[in-house]
Structures are given as C-alpha cells and as structure tokens.
C-alpha cells in the first residue's frame, strides 16, 4: 500500500490549501481514509476521518467548521479542503487508511507527510 500526500506550502493566516492523498496498492473503497498532523515539538494529533463511503466523517474541534474531508474512489484520492487557516495549524499532514477512528493506532498504511506552513 503507498500514499502520496501533496498540496502543502506556504500560506497567510486566513488563507486556503487543499491536501491531496493518492492511494494505490489496496482496495482504496473499503477503508476509511484520515488525516493527522504533528507540530514541530508536538504528539501526532487527529484531524479528520472519513468512512469508505464517503458518507461519515468526523472532525477534531479544533478544525471543525474550517476544514472538509472529502474522497473520490474512483480516483483513489482523498482531500482535505483547508480554509480559514491559523498559525497554529502549522505541521506536517499525514494521510493514513484504515479503519474509521480518531485513534492513529487504527490506520495501519501511513503516507510520507506534507507540510503546511501558515505565517501570521
């Protein structure tokens, strides 16, 4: 299983990113798909989650409201549509598959991480 996050960068406090996750190597349908990030000093902390249907998604409370997770099986691909970005939501993002949970300790396929840096 490989997973290929891209879409981070550089923006201003109060801009927008969209995250993309390519999967490949596995039933890409059948898994939840999350999202994690882990600050500079920081635990790896959870995001967002998403169902394999697509018709479940949860949200930590502190992105809910700015943030959406979205997937296009078709495509293999999960997004995470970033918008009303804060300083604070400076790390680097992981995509990961597995089953529908907050817990890190339920995805068992991890992508390599893209950062996302938002200045003030």
């Known amino acids: 299983v490989q997973l290929q996050a891209s879409g981070g960068g550089l923006v201003q406090a109060g801009g927008s990113l969209r995250l993309s996750c390519a999967a490949s190597?596995?039933?890409?349908?059948?898994?939840?798909m999350g999202w994690f990030r882990q600050a500079p000093g920081k635990e790896r902390e959870f995001v967002a989650v998403?169902?394999?249907?697509?018709?479940?998604?949860a949200y930590s409370d502190s992105v809910k409201g700015r943030f959406t997770i979205s997937r296009d099986n078709a495509k293999n691909t999960v997004y995470l549509q970033m918008t009303s970005l804060k300083p604070d939501d400076t790390a680097v993002y992981y995509c990961?598959?597995?089953?529908?949970?907050?817990?890190?300790?339920?995805?068992?396929?991890w992508g390599q991480g893209t950062l996302v840096t938002v200045s003030s």
């Open positions: 190597g596995r039933t890409f349908s059948s898994y939840a």
């Open positions: 998403i169902s394999y249907s697509g018709g479940s998604t």
């Open positions: 990961a598959t597995g089953a529908y949970s907050r817990s890190y300790k339920s995805y068992a396929y």
